[in-house]
């Protein structure tokens, strides 16, 4: 059994603000973002990112339209420094994103990080000590006036540095470690300190940050200190209050949100809540729930699933499924009474009208997911077990989309039915839906080929009754059919799996796609011998899976734009 808390816990004190206001606040702007995915979350890895996925992830940041990202620890190793050089001296920072990078207030270190941000057009130097009792006695040793101290003689190096490189707008972040366990007075002197040391005006303001490092009690009591300097703070003209909650208690969400109403302007997390111990705050799900409530959040999120995807194979850890907004499953209902409300609410939605589908608190459609994974069917609706029995019949195992993908399939065959559906019959629904689709577009075979240190296809394909020859080079056979295919189609995930067993066994591929201007996914599968082989038959197939729901005449532009992208006609 749990030990009584009472032996071994103190509960945290309130905050004296009787006359607190934050309750009757509601937020009505988007605070500014800034993303530690590359720094904070980096670190929070198995393994950290290499400079290829760093580079890929803040690209993606900077689509989303965050316009502050911290990009590294460049004095924590050389990997670090050369990731921020490569960024400014590359030339891949856009004029309206500023980077920002973190160094712990020590001389030697912050030297070191300055130099990897010289040449920046404007660039944001985050400074930290611990100011929390345990930290200052038990950890450094310091009374409060030398962490004070050390505070304020680093943000003077800092600003004699900056001042040698006057062409970089230089902006001071400064952040007490451990806020949310540091007296207020405290907390409020250091940071009254730092604003003084640094000669900041309401034109050249610092950035306060202060983070729920540890967070420590209910999410009210967060907002009740932030309230408490946003009011205290000797120069509140001169400063950006920011945020940092973490997710200790599982209220990082709620944190955000309150200390906005309480004063903050400025919000620090990672998409999709990943970072140290539990996570920092997940800037998506945070983001969304402004813009369910009529608040524009400046970022698009329009592509949820390609953001997702992207995140997932640069950070190497999954989303979870019922993750807020993102997750797989979290569109879709297996309960009966779910299911039918939600087709009624769907029914009954006007376009012009404010959303009210029952069970969805945001609109698919505006994060670009379609409507078809929102009703499914599994083992409790008594028509489910697909997956296991593909896989116990057939040896085929489904990714986890595909299987909510094609239970649809399943779904409307049962309803016209009414009837068990057996093995036999399910392998029949999948072939025919996934293996031999209505073509537009016949695959008829392929040559591969090396090309340097690229890979060539050669595609032999058929459309309206005419024999055509594509080429295309990429760094695999994926990407050179997609290049063949004149670049138009998506490649939004691919797994493949075996068939059996031994030299006869077959390989599976399994592909999502998307094409420009067609909003949805579809997957494709193919079955074959050669993986490659079943690679290519994938793609076609899910291709043909798109043009068989769209009108015939946008159906002929897409296999207009094909052939265009015809370097040879047999």
Known sequence: MLKQPNTKYR????????????????????????????????????????????????KKLVDIGIKEIEVAFPSASQTEFDFVRTLIDGGHVPADVTIEVLTQAREHLIRRTMASLYGARRAIVHVYNAT????????????????????????KLVRELAEAHPKTEWVLEYSPEAFTGTELEFARDICDAVVEAWGATPERKVILNLPATVEMATPNVYADQIEWMHRNLSRRDDIVLSVHPHNDRGSAIAAAELALMAGAERVE???????????????????????????????????????????????????HPRHPYVGDLVFTAFSGSHQDAIKKGLAHQRPDAFWEVPYLPIDPADLGRSYDAIIRVNSQSGKGGIAYLLESAYGLSLPRRLQVEFSSVVQRHADATGAEIMPDELWRMFSEEYLEPATTIRYLEHHLFEHGAAQGMRLMLETNGRRITLMGEGNGPIDAVVHALGGMVRVQSYEERSMGQGSDARAAAFVEIAIDDIPGIRYGAGIHANIVTASVLAIV????????????EAREAVVAMLEKSVRQVA
């Open 11 to 58: 509960s945290f004190p309130k905050v004296q603000l009787a006359d607190r206001t934050w309750p009757d606040r509601v937020i009505t702007q988007a605070p500014i973002w800034m993303s530690t995915d590359l720094r904070d979350g980096n670190q929070a890895l198995f393994e950290p990112m290499t400079a290829e996925r760093k580079m890929r992830l803040f």
């Open 132 to 155: 929390a009792r345990p930290f200052r006695e038990i950890v450094f040793g310091m009374s409060p006036d030398q962490v004070i101290a050390m505070a304020v003689s680093s943000v």
């Open 269 to 319: 997390g990672c998409l999709f809540g990943n970072g140290e111990r539990t996570g920092n705050v997940d800037l998506v799900t945070l983001a969304l729930n402004l813009y369910t409530q009529g608040v524009d959040p400046g970022l698009d999120f329009s592509n949820i699933n390609d953001i997702a995807r992207t995140v997932e194979d640069c950070i190497r850890l999954p989303i």
């Open 541 to 552: 197939g899910a291709l043909n899976r798109i043009l068989n729901r769209i009108e015939p």
